[in-house]
């Protein structure tokens, strides 16, 4: 069974940084292309950034140069380093494959105040 548990979510002020984790199991980690994705509301759930099985990363216009996205094949995790957080930011964040997506974990939430 697939299981994606989201972590290190918070409340922090504009400028600040969080780290997020997400563990996976059930799942041949390594294999995929890895993502990291973010849900607004009233807004549908967007890309935030990606790595394949080699460590390429791409990230989306709004978080290039500011979030950094990272795997640990070994530990099967996937981490998003946020820094110079702005309110844009606020959302529930959930990781996932990118391309073979599996079932969603329960998210962790950002709020970023201003």
């Known amino acids: 069974q697939v299981r994606l548990v989201e972590s290190g979510g918070g409340l922090v002020q504009a400028g600040g940084s969080l780290r997020l984790s997400c563990a996976a199991s059930?799942?041949?980690?390594?294999?995929?292309?890895m993502a990291w994705y973010r849900q607004a509301p009233g807004k549908q759930r967007e890309l935030v950034a990606a790595i394949n099985t080699r460590g390429r990363t791409e990230y989306s216009d709004s978080v290039k140069g500011r979030f950094t996205i990272s795997r640990d094949n070994a530990k099967a995790t996937l981490n998003l380093q946020m820094n110079a957080l702005k309110s844009d930011d606020t959302a529930v964040y959930y990781c996932?494959?990118?391309?073979?997506?599996?079932?969603w974990g329960q998210g962790t939430q950002v709020t970023v105040s201003s």
């Open positions: 059930g799942i041949i980690f390594g294999i995929y292309e």
């Open positions: 996932n494959a990118r391309y073979n997506s599996q079932p």
